[in-house]
């Protein structure tokens, strides 16, 4: 028989795991405390834009015709229970702490909890969750007796959330010394003995390492970045071009050529909170000289959004009052709806606050825009937005943005053709020969 599988929190990384775990054919039970998340779910609908995820439910959620039936959500504990799962995967949130760099572990906690009181007494937990290096085990401690509790963090990439998690680049399990140990590593290795496996490493190890690796990859992703600004920074006092120089060394195998786009840097709900999660835990640890570095490379970040206002400001002959500003983009990165920590959404504040007349527009993020920064001005298209503009901000580097847009038809609509790329994605060659002005991070004004 399959396993009976649940997945407690449904956002990205749950709601993801949960459809991808009924395609593997386990009959699958997703709980999150949030009643109006729940209610598109079971309706086979989804409450972020994620490509591929709702054709994914469609397949598998139980209120659809032809579907397999075999993936059901609930807000319910109590159903929870009685749904007798054999594994208990825990996906809810650690957001950054209000004010502090520490991240929040209550909703961790309290799922842990919950879970405690209705959970078989032979089933397998198994955390997902981004959490602190120890948190493994303090938290078996919540559990009943005899429940065995795995570390198996999780790696996936908004915009690509679906292919990511049915074909990871490896399966990392934390588990204790001892028979609980092998119980938890005998289960997981029946759940990932599945096509998603297949070709995927599986790395076994203890909590703590589970854990770490987690926050470790993530810390790499924001250094190789924040490195590559810093060469922007050079760059620009230099005279040189970051992308010429991101290109020349990422053909060094050993530095590879991924995640070395200069521009406004990295946002979202990961790589920040788990860089300064990291250190505030390094440092509770008595080892915040180790990541020291860490605090540069948040800088570093925090820079290049000031950096982008500095080049608007510029742009525009020394302030933004009276002037019009478009801003293209909103959220951290293309093919997601996200905006937290969004570097673009930041530097329309920014600027808004500032005195300019900022207009955005997004293809995909302006609800949650929107709902973030209503004081903002939007509009309804990428040409409506530059409608009699001063200066072009290019912030999020959307595929219908380098594709879509005419750089003609553009310089037609606006006060001032001047565009500055913020994501070093567009072509200067083209912009330039439909008469812009086209200045980007970390490279020459031609
Ligand atoms: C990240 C990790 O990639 C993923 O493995 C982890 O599970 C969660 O955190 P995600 O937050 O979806 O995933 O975003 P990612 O694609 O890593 O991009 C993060 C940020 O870095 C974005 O704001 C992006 O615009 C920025 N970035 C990325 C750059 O500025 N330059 C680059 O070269 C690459």
Redesign the pocket.
Known sequence: MALKITVIGTG??GATHAAAMAELGFDVLGLDVAPAKIEMLAAGRVPMYEPGLEELLARHVDTIGGSTGRLRFTTSWDELGAFDGDVHFVCVNTPQKHGEYACDMSYVDSAFTSLAKVVRGDALVVGKS?VPVGSARRLVGLLPEGVALAWN?????????VQ?TLHPDRIVVGVPEGPAGETAEKVLREVYATPLAEGSPLVLTDYPTSELV?TA??SF??T??SF??AMAEVCEAGGGDVARLAEAIGYDERIGS??????????????PK?IRAFMARAGELGADQALTFLREIDSINMRRRASMVEMAREALGGGFLGKRVAVLGAT???D?D?VRD??ALNVAGQIHLQGGQVTVYDPKGMPNARQVFPTLGYADSALDAVRGADVVLHL??WREFRDALDPAELAGVVASPVILDG?NALDPVRWREAGWTYRAMGRPTA
């Open positions: 990205y990384l981004t963090p999780e790696f996936l990439r908004e915009g690509f959330a990511d987690k990859a993530n992703l924001a190789k970045i590559i600004n991924k995640f070395l786009r200069a521009g406004i840097g990295f946002g979202g709900g990961c790589l788990d951290f990165k293309p997601s996200d969004s570097p999020t580097e994501r």
